[in-house]
C-alpha cells in the first residue's frame, strides 16, 4: 500500500506562486498515475491536474490552465503541482491520490478512480 504525503502549502499573495509536492512511500510512485484534487469550505471536491505514470499525459481543469504545472520525478518519487498566478478562488484544501489506470480525457477527474489519498496541504491565498 502506498503511502502519500502532501506539502508546500501556505499562505501566498494573490499573483503570488506556491509548490505542492506529494511524496510516496511504501511503494514507488511510478506504478501508478497521480492526480490532484482540491476542497473548498462548504464545496465539493474538484479535479485539478493528473500526470500519468509516464509523464507523457496531463490534464488540467478549465480554471487552472496556464497557471498550474504538473510534474513528476521518479528519482524522488515526488509528484508537483507549480501553482502561478494565484488567485482569490484558489484556496482549498490540496490533496494528491493516485491510480493505476491511464487517467483519460473524461475520467481523470473521477475521485472514484484513485484508490489511494493524502491527507492534504492547505493553500490560502490573501492580501
Known amino acids: 500500500q502506498v503511502q502519500l504525503v502532501e506539502s508546500g502549502g501556505g499562505l501566498v499573495q494573490p499573483g503570488g506562486s506556491l509548490r505542492l509536492s506529494c511524496a510516496a512511500s511504501g511503494h514507488a510512485l511510478d506504478a501508478y498515475a497521480v492526480g490532484w484534487f482540491r476542497q473548498a469550505p462548504g464545496k465539493g471536491r474538484e479535479g485539478i491536474s493528473s500526470?500519468?505514470?509516464?509523464?507523457?499525459?496531463?490534464h488540467n481543469a478549465g480554471p487552472v490552465k496556464g497557471r498550474f504545472t504538473i510534474s513528476r520525478d521518479s528519482a524522488k518519487s515526488t509528484v508537483f503541482l507549480q501553482m502561478n498566478s494565484l488567485k482569490p478562488d484558489d484556496p482549498a484544501t490540496y490533496s494528491c491520490a493516485v491510480r493505476t489506470s491511464m487517467p483519460g480525457a473524461s475520467d481523470w477527474w473521477d475521485e472514484e478512480l484513485y484508490a489511494y489519498w493524502g491527507q492534504g496541504t492547505q493553500v490560502t491565498v490573501s492580501p
Open positions: 500526470i500519468s505514470k509516464s509523464a507523457g499525459r496531463t
